[in-house]
């Protein structure tokens, strides 16, 4: 479906693009308005569905309780602190996500 879509929709507007030096005054018009009805029509609707999928997907994951953190020896292996804070945070540090060697995870899950 999608091999169809793309040799019949896609390249043709692709070499319209691409040679538009070549084309007549007509053509070129007819390819702006093509792509300004794709740009006010579908790239929204598109845009918005990704969006919902996202929602949904990380309100599935919400639902699920957080899984308990085992501290496996080769995991958080410090060898210096980070030189910011306290030197256990790392600079994009989430209370809700990260655990803390020594502290565990500071904060609840999605409260």
């Keep these: 479906m999608f091999a169809i879509l ?3 929709a896609v390249l043709p507007l692709i070499r319209n693009v691409r040679y538009s030096g070549d084309m007549s005054t007509e053509q070129k018009m007819k390819t702006y308005s093509l792509m300004k009805k794709i ?7 598109v845009v918005t569905l990704g969006a919902v999928n996202a929602y949904n997907v ?14 496996y020896p080769y995991l958080n292996i410090m060898n210096r602190p980070w030189p910011w804070g306290d030197g256990k945070h790392s600079l994009f540090h989430n209370p809700k996500a990260n655990w803390v060697k020594g502290v565990g995870y500071e904060e609840d899950w999605y409260c």
């Design 6 to 8: 793309r040799k019949k």
């Design 39 to 45: 740009t006010l029509f579908v790239v929204p609707v």
């Design 58 to 71: 990380e309100m599935d994951h919400r639902s699920h309780p957080r899984k308990e953190y085992i501290p």
